[in-house]
């Protein structure tokens, strides 16, 4: 071994127990408080979910005390009237789309769920593929003349790729794949492309934002091999994801996501100086995490302020923001965000408090704190940019209107 490569072995185990140093930092001074109310705040939820009139009685909304459950409220009975089955007899398409199981995979449940009821409910068919489900039934049942799947090993695997020939040869069915790209924890794409010419995968789908697939060359061999890429960025689920009344905000902070290294810089001080709720797999924290979406928004209506944090790509690349960001601002919940690169370019900048840095992170949490109410404004811009144009609504009529031009 050469001194260089020693040098950067011995650069890569100091990076390595610096991280882990911070980790158990972070878990040691974890607020107490916060542990001691987890479980009690998820069981509340769950009650409040079970006896849900009062909390969601449409009169009882919009008179509200909280204007942004007042104007969540009266922005969701417009939606909703909006989009309910606009797209029946504009279309013919019946889109099979494989979901799967949330234990595998909370945030593929989620996307992938959330498109598939958006879709029924602006009158496309949509039906789940089932995990465990058999490819054969699936296609006997439904019908479908698209199917949906992500461009990964374990989705791939539960497929029956010889029932999808025999099935493309006697009826109309175009499949579509996740366009992953090697350089983010995927395998290397041309084998792939390889893999989806052999298997007659029509096109491609992408959650990223249009300008940034078709600017960034490593997205380039998709398009060299005649594919096509359709455009389903995230969204907020207003079936799942809205206001609701009764709730005090007694809560510090709100944070429901995976665990990541980048939470750490930005959460340490909040989390050890605050009582506040955590939740997401991956924490030392949460023992047993269990995703419910329908649970989430009655914890959500007692945030102070929701935490937001993004990966390291969605900061340095114009991609994408995730979900939780469309999901905050439609359940009007402040929204404490650093710095992604696509946020000017979707929301304007009176909708959060955006940090440059950890440490403005935190000052700006304790500006919140000393004065929550500074907050509210904020979550009222959000809440009307989210209505007004990113919804998981929007996003499946738009999916409907380019697989019409892509035929």
């Not at 990076?15 to 479980?39: M, T, Y």
């Not at 960034?216 to 594919?227: L, N, T």
């Not at 209506?301 to 439609?330: F, M």
Request: charged residues 25%; proline residues 4%.
């Amino acid at each position: 071994m050469t001194l260089n490569q020693l040098l950067l072995l011995a650069k890569k185990r100091k990076v390595k127990l610096q991280r882990s140093f911070e980790k158990h930092q972070f878990n040691w001074l974890f607020n107490s408080e916060s542990l001691c109310q987890h479980d009690l705040i998820l069981a509340e939820a769950e009650s409040a979910l079970q006896n849900k009139s009062p909390h969601e009685d449409i009169e009882t909304c919009l008179n509200s005390p909280d204007p942004l459950v007042q104007q969540g409220t009266r922005l969701r009975i417009e939606l909703e009237a909006l989009f309910k089955d606009c797209m029946v007899g504009t279309s013919d398409e019946r889109i099979l789309i494989q979901i799967p199981d949330a234990r595998f995979s909370p945030a593929g449940y989620s996307l992938f769920s959330n498109l598939m009821e958006s879709l029924n409910y602006i009158g496309i068919p949509a039906r789940a593929l089932g995990w465990e489900e058999e490819t054969q039934t699936a296609l006997d049942q439904f019908k479908p003349t698209i199917l949906l799947s992500s461009d990964n090993h374990e989705y791939l695997r539960r497929i029956d790729w010889k029932v999808i020939a025999r099935y493309k040869a006697s009826e109309r069915l175009r499949v579509g794949l996740s366009a992953a790209l090697e350089e983010y924890e995927s395998t290397p794409l041309l084998p792939r492309l390889a893999w989806a010419q052999q298997h007659q995968i029509d096109f491609y789908y992408s959650y990223r934002d249009e300008d940034y697939v078709t600017n960034r060359k490593e997205y380039q061999p998709f398009f060299d091999a005649g594919y096509q890429i359709l455009y389903i960025p995230f969204g907020a689920n207003v079936l799942h994801y809205f206001p609701v009344a009764g709730f005090e905000r007694d809560l510090n902070y709100v944070l429901m996501a995976s665990r990541k290294r980048e939470h750490i810089a930005y959460l340490k001080n909040i989390t050890s100086q605050y009582s506040g709720f955590l939740d997401g797999p991956g924490w030392k924290q949460v023992k047993h995490f269990q995703f419910n979406r329908e649970r989430d928004r009655y914890i959500y209506a007692r945030a102070k302020v929701g935490l937001n944090v993004h990966l390291p790509e969605q900061i340095d690349w114009s991609c994408e923001l995730n979900e939780r960001t469309y999901q905050l601002a439609a359940c009007g919940v402040p929204q404490l965000i650093d710095h992604p690169m696509l946020l000017n370019k979707v929301f304007g900048s009176q909708s959060f408090f955006i940090a440059e840095s950890p440490a403005e992170y935190h000052e700006l949490f304790k500006e919140i704190m000393r004065a929550p109410e500074l907050g509210i404004e904020k979550a009222l811009y959000a809440q009307r940019e989210v209505f007004a144009g990113h919804t998981t609504f929007h996003r499946a009529k738009s999916l409907i209107d380019q697989l019409k031009l892509s035929k």
